[in-house]
């Protein structure tokens, strides 16, 4: 077997401890979520609401690693630019996520909280990052570890 160098970049290191970040805080915007209202809807609004914006804050920090400069994407494209449609596809549920993470932490806001409204709204949120997360694990693993042979 041929020894062959480390071809993983350093935004794929910030971008995994991120990510985990990420997956941490889903568990705990999920329990929040299957909570009981019961009758302190506002104290069920502030178990969401705190999950709720340390996802956004760690959503933007995934995005900032990956899509800034010397980011995840950046070095995707460098090494393997077949990949561009896919990146682009990532980049696009960015901007919906962050829209849809924003929606939410300013629904628990407001004073008229509709906490089933919440719960649907939020658990499609989960959804769609669980999607947006196996995307991001097929282009990295597309990227960095498709040995197309030759030899």
């Known amino acids: 077997m041929v020894d062959t ?12 401890g991120v990510r ?6 889903m568990v705990d915007v999920e329990g929040a979520l299957a909570g009981p209202v019961g009758s302190d809807v506002q104290g069920w609004n502030d178990s969401v609401a705190k999950p709720l914006r ?3 804050d760690a959503f933007d920090a995934h995005c900032a690693v990956t899509e800034g400069e010397d980011g ?30 924003s929606s939410l932490v300013d ?9 089933e409204a919440v719960r649907v709204e939020a658990t499609e949120l989960l959804g769609q990052l669980a999607r947006h997360r196996q ?17």
């Open 72 to 101: 995840l994407f950046e070095a995707i494209l460098l090494d393997a630019p077949r990949m561009q449609a896919k990146v682009r596809r990532l980049e696009v549920d960015h901007k919906a996520i962050t829209a849809a993470l």
């Open 5 to 16: 160098p480390d071809r993983t970049p350093a935004s794929l290191a910030r971008a995994r």
């Open 107 to 115: 629904a628990l806001a407001g004073a008229d909280l509709d906490p």
């Open 135 to 151: 995307r991001g694990a097929d282009v990295v693993y597309d990227a960095f570890s498709v040995d197309i042979g030759g030899e």
């Open 54 to 56: 340390r996802l956004r």
């Open 20 to 25: 985990e970040d990420i997956v941490e805080v």
